[in-house]
């Protein structure tokens, strides 16, 4: 009877409003706490990538690739120290300057250019200019050369103009919510996803012209996977929230996500492809048959995976297979 009664009892639900002066606090703090973790998380992945790097193959050590890919590794490290740390100060209320934020811009526009050199080494294994029509070398090296100039303008003018708008006294929520306003951003996404796109284009076009089906099928389906899907929607995804969500907190964490995500798909398709050698091979002659040194398969070599143009005797290849 007693629970009944008590049960016909209608408690209203107490709610008191944050007071205005308390409200802004709350909000940043959840936003920081939200970037903390979230950076600590793709950070952490870059350690264990960093070691399955290392440990793949040590014939490539010394190569382009796998310095390049230690550099990106490097810098996606000090991007997450340093967004950490930012995201840490605000939580206890101690926020960071804003030259700080000018620190992770410059990483920010620097770390994708470095990790997308990584596809130009490739590009520039299986297309050498050597064995390029003037034409063709100028189109293909030209347009990357164009590219990345005019991110690095774009990169240094976007600096330079957040730069004097900090030095102006602005604080740390205005000038955040200005650089993420700026054109520069925007360009930079959009030269990010026509690189992408152009380099990864060209590789893949390559894998056509030699090797067995199942080699062919297997460096396809990494490059295409690792080197161009994830990172293009990202970017794409990007670039509609600097268009759509005039808020910075969710397109900076899409753009923190993005970094990371091309870091580690340029890894990991280093790592899983780093098996794959192709051997020169010749046509087998009869016993006292002179060979035919015209029949041997001239051999494009690249760190993560080896090439060779088409052959009319495709069924001497030799493919050694380690992963």
Not at 10 to 29: E, G
């Amino acid at each position: 009877m007693a629970t009944t009664i008590l049960d016909s009892i209608n408690v209203p639900s107490l709610t008191f409003p944050l007071p205005p002066a308390i409200q802004p606090i709350v909000t940043a703090v959840e936003g920081s706490a939200d970037g903390l973790l979230l950076t600590a998380i793709w950070c952490s992945f870059l350690i264990p990538i960093a070691i399955a790097l290392i440990l793949s193959n040590p014939r490539n050590w010394k190569t382009p690739i796998f310095v390049m890919n230690i550099f990106a590794i490097a810098l996606g490290l000090a991007f997450g120290v340093i967004t950490i740390n930012f995201h840490r100060r605000n939580i206890a209320l101690n926020p960071v300057g804003p030259r700080y934020l000018l620190a992770m811009s410059c990483l920010y526009f620097f770390t994708p250019i470095s990790t997308q050199s990584i596809l130009l080494f490739r590009v520039a294994a299986v297309y050498p200019l050597r064995e390029l029509s003037t034409a063709r070398g100028l189109f293909i090296y030209g347009t990357f050369a164009v590219t990345q100039t005019t991110r690095l303008i774009n990169t240094i003018l976007s600096l330079v103009k957040a730069s004097r708008f900090m030095g102006n006294g602005a604080d740390l929520g205005t000038a955040a919510k200005t650089f993420w306003a700026l054109p520069y951003v925007k360009v930079e996404l959009f030269l990010q996803l026509a690189y992408d796109i152009f380099a990864s284009t060209l590789f893949l076009l390559r894998l056509r012209e030699g090797g067995s089906y199942a080699s062919r099928l297997r460096g396809l389906f990494w490059i295409a996977v690792f080197n161009f899907v994830f990172p293009v929607i990202l970017n794409i995804t990007t670039i509609v929230f600097l268009f759509r969500d005039p808020k910075i907190d969710h397109g900076a964490d899409v753009m923190v996500v993005n970094i990371y995500v091309d870091i580690i798909c340029v890894v990991l398709a280093t790592v899983w492809c780093s098996g794959t050698h192709w051997q020169r091979a010749t046509d087998p002659a009869p016993p006292g048959a002179p060979s035919h040194p015209s029949e041997e398969k001239t051999i494009l070599s690249v760190s993560t995976a080896t090439f060779a143009p088409p052959s009319i005797h495709p069924a001497q290849t030799q493919v050694d297979l380690d992963v």
